[in-house]
């Protein structure tokens, strides 16, 4: 009789984010969280999701991930949703 052998290899990957905003403010209140969190730009959200712009607006678009929009017509994306999304592989 022949014996095969496997081998089984595991890896783990980690990743840091770390955000420098040129503007310091205070957290700012996420409807769909119900709580203060961390709002960021789309092209902040972009890099911190390893995703292109439109992407990020895909998912807004989608509703995908929550996000404000200001008086301006500016958008801003909730970092919470972000991360919940980035858990499913930030697939498109």
Request: proline letters at 2%; glycine letters at 6%; aromatic letters at 6%.
């Amino acid at each position: 009789m022949r014996r095969t052998r496997q081998t089984r290899v595991t890896v783990e990957t980690h990743r840091l984010v770390t955000l420098r905003q040129r503007q310091s403010g205070s957290p700012a209140w996420c409807q769909e969280c119900a709580t203060q969190v961390q709002m960021l730009e789309p092209e902040q959200a972009a890099a911190v999701a390893g995703v292109s712009c439109r992407t990020i607006y895909r998912w807004v678009e989608a509703e995908r991930v929550h996000f404000v929009e200001d008086a301006g017509g500016r958008i801003l994306i909730c970092l919470n949703s972000l991360f919940d999304k980035s858990k499913g592989k930030l697939k498109t």
